[in-house]
T-cell receptor, first 115, second 115 residues
């Protein structure tokens, strides 16, 4: 089974609108971390936001927030007030604390912000 | 405060040649991870190293690929007798400890093209 599933290959959003990028995960480890990375066309991986499995509140970082629904095993990224510079690939990732040597990445969602 | 430095950014090799990819972790980081990103895919874990030790190489292809992280100098990912299927982006990440809360810092990647 896939550890991380991103079902939206591509998304479009109007500038200044909010957009939600979906991510579901699969793990039997009770301790894990969930991450979102942004990969612009230049190729580097930029860390956006982190959510720990025991965190009670949803993580927020500026215009980014993570909608963490533990029972549904989902960790959707919400970008508010989209900007043209948000156009990029977005990857959801997970690290299991008890087998924590690696990240598992989804296949990514390509976001295009329309002016 | 330099981040994770990878070089070269782009590398072109003919089939059968050797490719050497270098990664200098962030200052104070002694744990290094290599990931590979094939076109249109997310990152896949290859190997985890500490200084002078390979901790987890479960994601490394069995042949032609090797990695090292010597006491002095950068970590090296070496691919012998490259084939077209090795064309990918190779990312390095580093951390100050084995299981850092929050995750790792990624470099900008090396894009290997085999012609």
């Amino acid at each position: 089974a896939q550890k991380i599933t991103q079902t939206q290959p591509g998304m479009f959003v109007q500038e200044k609108e909010a957009v939600t990028l979906d991510c579901t995960y699969d793990t039997s480890d009770p301790s894990y971390g969930l991450f979102w990375y942004k990969q612009p066309s230049s190729g580097e991986m930029i860390f956006l936001i982190y959510q720990g499995s025991y965190d009670q509140q949803n993580a927020t970082e500026g215009r980014y927030s993570l909608n963490f629904q533990k029972a549904r095993k989902s960790a959707n990224l919400v970008i508010s007030a989209s900007q043209l510079g948000d156009s990029a690939m977005y990857f959801c990732a997970m690290r299991e604390v008890n087998t924590g040597n690696q990240f598992y990445f989804g296949t990514g969602t390509s976001l295009t912000v329309i002016p | 405060n330099a981040g994770v430095m990878q070089n070269p950014r782009h590398l072109v090799r003919r089939r059968g040649q050797e490719a050497r990819l270098r990664c200098s972790p962030m200052k104070g980081h002694s744990h290094v991870y290599w990931y590979r990103q094939l076109p249109e895919e997310g990152l896949k874990f290859m190997v985890y190293l500490q200084k002078e030790n390979i901790i987890d190489e479960s994601g490394m292809p069995k042949e032609r690929f090797s990695a090292e992280f010597p006491k002095e100098g950068p970590s090296i990912l070496r691919i012998q007798q490259v084939v077209r299927g090795d064309s990918a982006a190779y990312f390095c990440a580093s951390s100050p400890m084995a299981q850092p809360i929050g995750g790792y810092t990624f470099g900008s990647g090396t894009r290997l093209t085999v012609v």
